[in-house]
């Protein structure tokens, strides 16, 4: 059974409060808010002053997945949101045993996100120092994006590898994610899934979640 985080770039904008409110009723486990700066990735999402908006009214632990250069920059920001967890990218960080280090010593899980492209062979070194890792199964930066088949494997790859490291890290998986992929990750060994069009496209966004929460 895995953890569901729903990603709120699929939500309405115009109504994010009525959406919140509609997750905090659901089953869902965790929120997960995508920043997207225009540079690390092609596209500009939300930022803080939205996300304070958002952490006023969810009642469920923050996933914040920031697709931006320098993330340490923002520790302190993220912490001061109340997240839980912080997930910053492997592409990003020259310096990714300090920036893990320092979101620890703020309290939060320490994630890090490779792209579709990066094996997870890099994460060999820093394995037993994470709390999660996220594979990208889809390039990031927009939602609704057709979900890449090698993450299946590479999930399978990861587990083996956070295995072989005596890592318990937990394994996230974003984009794409639907009932279908869902179950397959699952079986692989993903532990947390992302999912954004999937649920707020659903005709029942709550029973989607429902559904994805026990494959
Ligand atoms: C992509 C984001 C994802 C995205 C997922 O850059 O990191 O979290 O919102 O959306 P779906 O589930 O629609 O692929
Ligand atoms: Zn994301």
Redesign the pocket.
Known sequence: MPLISP????ADFGHLQRDIEMLNKSECDWF?L?V?DGVF?P?ISFGFPVMEAMACHAQKPLDV?L?IVQPEKFIPQVKALGAKVMNVHYEACTHLHRVVQQIKSEGMMAGVTLNPHTPVSVLEEIAPDLDLVML??????????K?IENAVDKTRRLRELLDSRQSAALIEI?????RETGQRLTKAGADVL????????APNPQEEIHILRSL
Do not use: E, K, R, Y
């Open positions: 990603s709120l770039l699929s997960h995508d997207m990735v596209n997945h697709m990208m199964s889809v390039n990031p930066g927009f939602g609704g994006q979900f974003d984009g794409g994610v639907n992302v999912a954004g069009s999937a649920i707020f496209n």
